[in-house]
Structures are given as structure tokens and as C-alpha cells.
């Protein structure tokens, strides 16, 4: 079992910037991939970015590439999402997820809340 805790939401203006992070507990941690992913309102959950356990390979969702950057200190059991430039259109639920088998997301997080102001 994982436990997850996302932070760092908020509220900010468009153009600037926040850090999400999320706590993780439980199963080895360095042994996980971990992805953010995030749901706005009446629309479905999408993915945003994600961070395998090993080396450190990343991906993003074509939205966000070039603003948001996703990484992992393992000595911490915390992953993070860097989200710079933000806009209107990332106003959303963000929810961290950990997938013990690639691609298999099986714990999640409770979520934390962005809203972008334009």
C-alpha cells in the first residue's frame, strides 16, 4: 500500500508559477514510477507528466511541455511538479499517482486544487 499527500496548490495569476509536491508513504518509494495528472471541471482526469524510477526518464503531456517540469528526490519519498507560465485552461484538481508496474497507475492521491486567474 501507498499512501499519497499532494500540496502546494493555489491560486495565481496567469503567467506565474507554482510547486506542487506530494508526499509518499508506505511501499519503496524508489522502486515506483510517479505521475501527476490533473481533471478540470466537467471534463475527464488527463495525464500531465510522469517520472520513471529509474534514470529518471520523464514525460509530458504536449500541453504542458516546456512550462511544467516533474522530478523526484527519492531520499525525500517526494515527487514534484514545477509549473511555470501558467494559464487559465490548467485550472484543475491536480492528483499524484504512483504505478508499480509502468503505466499502471494503482495508488492516488486526494488531489490538490490550481486555479489560474486571467
Known amino acids: 500500500q501507498v499512501l499519497l499527500v499532494e500540496s502546494g496548490g493555489g491560486l495565481v495569476q496567469a503567467g506565474g508559477s507554482l510547486r506542487l509536491s506530494c508526499a509518499a508513504s508506505?511501499?519503496?518509494?524508489?522502486?515506483?514510477?510517479m505521475g501527476w495528472f490533473r481533471q478540470a471541471p466537467g471534463k475527464d482526469r488527463e495525464f500531465v507528466a510522469a517520472?520513471?524510477?529509474?534514470?529518471?526518464?520523464?514525460r509530458y503531456a504536449d500541453s504542458v511541455k516546456g512550462r511544467f517540469t516533474i522530478s523526484r528526490d527519492n531520499a525525500k519519498n517526494t515527487v514534484y511538479l514545477q509549473m511555470n507560465s501558467l494559464k487559465p485552461e490548467d485550472t484543475a484538481v491536480y492528483y499524484c499517482?504512483?504505478?508499480?508496474?509502468?503505466?499502471?497507475?494503482?495508488?492516488w492521491g486526494q488531489g490538490t486544487q490550481v486555479t489560474v486567474s486571467s
Open positions: 499517482a504512483a504505478a508499480a508496474t509502468t503505466d499502471v497507475y494503482e495508488y
Open positions: 508506505g511501499r519503496s518509494f524508489s522502486r515506483l514510477d
Open positions: 517520472v520513471r524510477w529509474s534514470a529518471g526518464f520523464t
